[in-house]
T-cell receptor, first 111, second 115 residues
């Protein structure tokens, strides 16, 4: 089992739709969780950290489920500009600070 | 302020040649990471530095790969005797420290093509 797994998609949704991605991780000792966004041929950029209590930033909501070892990202009212690849990142396993990136979930928002 | 910069932005080389990739982290960031990303693939961790030392080199694919960091700032990733499978985008990131929970800031990457 890979350390961090994501459905590669693509998720093809119309503008205004709500879409959710999940990411599972294998190491229960993982401590920190993030969602990064990567546009085509660009570098990844932090979208949001994921806290145990869940957190929201505008149209984006991130949740952590430690018992089932997954994190989720919910995007409400999708915009064309949300089209990108969303990378799940997990770090802090076994005392290591090396972040492990998922392969990403591709989102395409169409008019 | 200035972000992470990398040079060159693109590099085309012939199989068997050595290449050197450079990363300038954000000023004051003590942690620096190298990754590579092949087409359609996720980020593959290569090596990270805390200051000038590299606590974890486990991701380097072979002994043809090496990296150094001097003065706690600029880092270079060297690939000797390049092979076609080395073709990828090499990304550098820096963070304030290497503790868990630190945000990583990525440079634009170096696109390496080995012919």
């Amino acid at each position: 089992r890979k350390e961090v797994e994501q459905d590669p998609g693509p998720f093809n949704v119309p503008e205004g739709a709500t879409v959710a991605f999940n990411c599972t991780y294998s190491n229960s000792a993982s401590q920190s969780f993030f969602w990064y966004r990567q546009d085509c041929r660009k570098e990844p950029k932090l979208l949001m950290s994921v806290y145990s209590s869940g957190n929201e930033d505008g149209r984006f909501t991130a949740q952590l489920n430690r018992a089932s070892q997954y994190i989720s990202l919910l995007i409400r009212d999708s915009k064309l500009s949300d089209s990108a690849t969303y990378l799940c990142v997990v770090e802090g396993s076994g005392g290591s600070y090396i972040p492990t990136f998922g392969r990403g979930t591709s989102l395409i928002v169409h008019p | 302020g200035a972000g992470v910069s990398q040079s060159p932005s693109n590099k085309v080389t012939e199989k068997g040649k050595d290449v050197e990739l450079r990363c300038d982290p954000i000023s004051g960031h003590t942690a620096l990471y190298w990754y590579r990303q092949s087409l359609g693939q996720g980020l593959e961790f290569l090596i990270y530095f805390q200051g000038n030392s590299a606590p974890d080199k486990s991701g380097l694919p072979s002994d043809r790969f090496s990296a150094e960091r001097t003065g706690g700032s600029v880092s270079t990733l060297t690939i000797q005797r390049t092979q076609q499978e080395d073709s990828a985008v090499y990304l550098c990131a820096s963070s304030l420290a290497s503790g868990s929970g630190e945000t990583q800031y990525f440079g634009p990457g170096t696109r390496l093509l080995v012919l």
